[in-house]
């Protein structure tokens, strides 16, 4: 006696009928929208009578074959109507009685509650909200990834420590050209102090163009890095002052890697905009942290401005001048690809990359490395090591006592040795 009870009977999990071998055409239907009622649910009845079935088998089939005719009106009603349905509270009650009507007649099955089957469609809608929320976000990525993919990512990607043995930056080893920086810090602060260090990367940002990727002409980009003692971090945001967030102009500083949180970078950001760059840091205490000591602390800086002639995996960028790759005659020019026929008759290309202004003309006698292009290069790194005295208090108060002491003294000798020349005066020496 299920159909016409069930007229469009909804399965949300299959623990719900462990008989489903019975009723496969059992099909999950979104709770908002109503389905009618199928005109052929007063003939599967007999027909599930005539083949035997009984009780539970048979009304579990029955309402299969009516949920399924169900089903494909409902999706025909759908394609006509251009997807309208009914939403509402009316529509949720009704498919809700339907099952607990259902767990009712189901009363010897191990059937989950109603309000089990609603935790886990919330949890369901839960995950597929974040999936989405997920492919949003990887969308977003890659989309600006090639914006993205600057100096400071190449060195986080490739060097779990950014300052070599010998003392170099690892930005230099795609930056080839040398640039200069200038950066100011404090002679000495306090423990548990924030404080502020200015990196300037000069260059006449409004005027000089640099190649991009596609070979056009685009504004330089600047990025910085420091390396400080360890202990030393990026200031926190909710103790930065206000005057100290307006000289910053937003910009965004961040820790090299989760093992090296005293090496902050920032970039690649706008030169014209940044190019004073103001740094935020915490001093730390040795009252607290046993690891650091007071004293001096050597920091490493290391500013950049535009594009690398080097890519991490050893192949030219476009910012390049070109050689020419032998001795002999420029025979062919064929767009970026410039051909050369050496005195002994052979022919050898080379090809330059996208923005590349080739100088030299058919004909024109070459010789090995000879510049065949401009240097379109207007960047370059610089580094800069600075020094700043972590100060104890408690040495500042005992050489003040130790000044002072000494001032007494010699203020205590002076007025002895007059005491003493007026002595002498009065006894007529």
Not at 266 to 289: F, H
């Amino acid at each position: 006696a299920w159909a016409p009870l069930f007229p469009a009977l909804t399965v949300v999990s299959p623990k719900i009928f462990p008989a489903m071998a019975l009723a496969p055409a059992f099909t999950v239907v979104s709770s908002p929208t109503v389905v009618t009622q199928p005109t052929n649910h007063q003939t599967a009845r007999p027909q599930a009578t005539q083949h035997g079935l009984s009780g539970t088998g048979a009304g579990l089939a029955a309402c299969g074959l009516a949920a399924a005719a169900g089903v494909r009106r409902a999706r025909k009603q759908r394609r006509s109507m251009a997807g309208a349905s009914l939403v509402g509270n009316l529509g949720e009650s009704y498919y809700r009685d339907h099952l607990v009507a259902c767990r009712a007649q189901l009363n010897g099955v191990d059937a989950p509650t109603p309000e089990e089957t609603d935790k886990h469609m919330e949890g369901i809608q839960a995950f597929a909200k974040q999936a989405l929320a997920g492919a949003s976000a990887a969308m977003l990525f890659t989309s600006s990834m090639e914006a993205a993919v600057a100096y400071p990512i190449f060195a986080q990607q490739n060097y779990a420590n950014p300052r070599e043995y010998t003392g170099k930056i690892v930005c230099a080893n795609c930056h080839l050209a040398s640039k200069p920086i200038e950066v100011r810090l404090p002679q000495a602060v306090l423990p548990d102090t924030i404080f502020k260090m200015e990196v300037e990367v000069p260059a006449k940002y409004a005027k000089r163009r640099q190649p991009l990727a596609d070979g056009s002409k685009g504004p330089m980009n600047i990025g910085a890095i420091a390396v400080m003692p360890e202990g030393w971090k990026l200031a926190p945001k909710d103790r930065l002052p206000k005057p100290l967030k307006k000289e910053m102009k937003g910009l965004a500083w961040a820790p090299y890697s989760k093992e090296y949180p005293n090496i902050v970078v920032a970039g690649p950001v706008p030169g014209e905009t940044y190019e004073k760059m103001v740094l935020p840091v915490l001093s730390p205490d040795p009252n607290t942290n046993d690891k650091v000591i007071f004293g001096k602390g050597i920091f490493y800086f290391g500013g950049n401005r535009g594009r690398g002639q080097v890519y991490p995996e050893g192949n030219q960028s476009n910012n390049n001048q070109f050689l020419a790759s032998a001795t002999g005659t420029i025979s062919a020019i064929d767009g970026l690809k410039v051909s050369i026929t050496t005195p002994s008759g052979e022919v050898k290309t080379q090809e330059c990359l996208a923005g590349a202004d080739i100088v030299v003309q058919v004909g024109d006698e070459v010789t090995k490395d000879e510049p065949i292009t401009t240097n379109p290069n207007v960047g370059g790194f610089g580094q800069e090591e600075k020094e700043c005295i972590l100060q104890d208090m408690n040495r500042v108060y005992a050489f003040c006592a130790f000044a002072f002491s000494c001032f007494i003294a010699q203020l205590s000798f002076v007025l002895k040795k007059k005491q003493f020349e007026k002595v002498q005066l009065a006894e007529g020496f």
